[in-house]
């Protein structure tokens, strides 16, 4: 009878055949590992438990590992219980990780050729079938109210030629004439009536559209070539009758109680104000068939490509007046904000302007950029870069800068002070930044509006040379911040060749004063000469050079005028300053002297008057 507590004894294969017994491992070795008999293991694992029990086996019964290791076991009797009875097998930890199923590795095909892109075609394109499309979205608006008209005494005259009312670019010019000399109050109309330039930039509009969906529609090079004559030409008349109509109103119909001419043109270019990240105050929004802001740099190049050297003076001039004059309206100056209609609008719509070089150019051809019979107190007043230049923050010019930033200053506290001083800095230098690139747009935009620039900037300082007297009288000459404004721009200009190491200070010519007229210098007082040695000096430079001397380098005009405006602009300023600061202290010293004095207390004032 056996031992209830020893496991029954091994079947004799168990003892012969490693492979079963690991086999059994796996199975009954393991019972209470319930997770490892139920789930499938890995290979790596039933390896690692087939070595483990084999090598459980030899351990335990050595001569048995041995006759199972030979190569032909022979098979013998069976061995007693007690010979073979293993030890009772100590249970196997489990492993600590989740064994993970086994994935089945991937199975690599071999890519199969794709086949090529086909070669996209070009759009099909009809060039009479577009050209008529094109031409009728370009000159007829959206029919809205009294945007479609009749044109027909046209239409009988092309009949009467037996010519086809497929429109064409040979008939635009007509087109255009007729529409802009309709007039659609004779007929039944709704809506409103625009102005010829109104109606005109509006084509311009729909035809820069019309482009831009040529070269998106896919067509080919042959065919893009074949249309371009067709949007040049389109683009030309436009763009003459609308240079015309700003130039004269009248040659087209206008209707009443709408303005018309300039001013058409300075409305978008205010709107760069509110357009910009300085300003955004508007929130009103533009037709789609009217210019906006992102339109102007463009509208403004066509205009200057098609009347450079044909009257563009005469198209652009007008628009500068009005945004000269808009800046000198604005009576609060830089203590207000200036959007819309006020300075900085004018100021920004400036900017756009002279952005295109022959517009910039054309600045300086103007009669009022630097006009003759000028005095030191008027040439701020009477010129067009006089206007924007003449903004400060001095209250002798513009008294509402007092009454805005520094209101009952007695209960001001100091940060308050700093923090209105901090806005009117930033005002300023928004203010100085824009003028030089006003200035700085004009120099680069030619050899002679470079020449004009200087001569400008030299009248204006000759103009103001009392401004270095002792005793002068404000109203005389030009304001302190007409001259600190312009002398910023001219420090400005001369950053390049004023580098820290003074790399370029030989270009500067050392006897530009003797042999130059663009400063008056005949009246300064001079330390180491006199006047006849002075004189002698500049008659020997001049000799020196001879009659065909070159004119001197603009880095020599810059550096000159700039020293120049140092002295009568920020240094005359300072001293102006210092008298007002001291003058200020004598009225406090005379009113603090009044108010300790109480012997007129209790007299009548006939009697403090006879002691006077």
């Known amino acids: 009878m056996s031992n209830p507590e020893q496991p029954p004894n091994p079947p004799v294969s168990s003892l012969t055949n490693p492979q079963d017994d690991a086999d059994r491992v796996c199975h009954v070795l393991l019972p209470s590992e319930s997770l490892l008999v139920t789930r499938p293991l890995t290979p790596g694992l039933q390896i690692r438990l087939k070595r483990l029990a084999k090598l459980q086996a030899q351990q335990s019964n050595p001569s048995s590992s041995a006759a199972s290791s030979s190569s032909t076991p022979a098979r013998g009797p069976s061995p007693s219980p007690a010979a073979v009875a293993p030890p009772k097998p100590k249970p196997i930890p489990a ?23 086909k070669a996209s075609t070009p759009a099909k394109f009809d060039f009479k079938t577009w050209e008529n499309e094109t031409i009728q979205t370009v000159l007829k608006p959206p029919p809205s109210g009294s945007d479609l008209v009749y044109l027909s005494g046209l239409a009988e005259d092309l009949r009467g030629e037996n010519t086809s009312l497929d429109l064409n670019v040979d008939l635009v010019d007509q087109l255009l004439i007729s529409r802009l000399e309709f007039d659609p109050m004779a007929v039944q109309t709704t809506g409103s009536v625009p102005t010829s330039f109104e109606y005109l930039s509006s084509c311009w509009k729909r035809l820069q559209a019309a482009r831009n969906l040529l070269t998106r529609r896919g067509y080919s090079g042959t065919d893009v070539a074949q249309a371009t004559p067709v949007i040049t030409k389109l683009k030309d008349l436009i763009i003459s009758y609308a240079g015309l109509s700003l130039q004269e109103p009248s040659m087209f119909y206008q209707p009443p109680g709408k303005e018309a001419g300039p001013k058409e043109l300075v409305k978008p270019l205010l709107g760069l104000a509110t357009s910009s990240l300085l300003t955004s105050l508007s929130n009103t929004a533009t037709p789609a068939d009217q210019l906006e802001p992102s339109d102007m740099e463009q509208f403004i190049a066509d205009i200057a490509a098609r009347f450079d050297g044909d009257g563009l003076e005469d198209v652009v001039g007008p628009v500068f007046s009005e945004l000269a004059n808009l800046i000198r309206r604005d009576t609060q100056g830089l203590a207000g904000t200036g959007a819309e209609n006020g300075w ?17 150019a054309a600045m300086t051809r103007l009669s009022d950029w630097n006009p003759v019979g000028l005095t030191g107190a008027f040439v701020e007043h009477l010129t067009l870069l006089g206007a924007p230049a003449r903004l400060s923050v001095f209250t002798r010019e513009f008294a509402q800068i007092g009454t805005t930033y520094f209101s009952e200053p007695e209960k001001r506290t100091r940060s308050d002070v700093e923090s209105a001083n901090n806005n009117l800095r930033a005002t300023l230098h928004v203010l100085q930044q824009s003028l030089f690139s006003i200035v700085n747009a004009v120099v680069r935009s030619g050899p002679a509006p470079r020449e004009a620039c200087l001569s400008y900037l030299a009248t204006a300082l000759n103009l103001n040379l009392r401004r270095g007297g002792m005793r002068i009288d ?22 390049p060749f004023l580098d820290a190491k003074f790399s370029k200070i030989d270009k500067v010519d050392p006897t530009f004063l003797a042999h130059s007229a663009r400063l008056d210098i005949s009246e300064e007082t001079r330390i ?26 603009f880095i020599s005009e810059v550096f000159y005028l700039t020293a120049a405006f140092n002295h009568y602009g920020f240094v005359r300023t300072l ?23 109480r012997s ?13």
Do not use: C, W
């Not at 900085?344 to 910039?360: C, I, N, Q, S, Y």
């Not at 001259?483 to 001219?490: D, P, S």
């Not at 500049?538 to 050079?545: H, I, M, T």
């Open 344 to 360: 900085r609008a004018g100021l920004l719509a400036l900017e756009g302007l002279v952005a295109v070089k022959p517009v910039a």
């Open 575 to 597: 001293s102006t300053h210092d008298a007002l600061e001291k003058s200020m202290q004598d009225i406090q010293d005379h009113l603090e002297s009044v108010e300790a004095d």
């Open 600 to 612: 007129y207390i209790g007299v009548s004032a006939s009697s403090v008057h006879l002691r006077m």
């Open 474 to 495: 404000p109203a005389t000459v030009a304001s302190d911040g007409y001259m600190i404004n312009l002398q910023t721009v001219l420090l400005r200009l001369a950053e």
């Open 528 to 553: 180491k000469a006199t006047s006849d040695e002075a004189k002698a000096f500049s008659d020997e430079v001049k000799q020196q050079l001879g009659s065909n001397a070159a004119a001197p380098n």
């Open 95 to 117: 492993p600590s990780k989740r064994p993970e199923p086994a994935t089945t590795p991937p199975v690599f095909q071999p890519l199969k050729p794709t086949a090529a892109p």
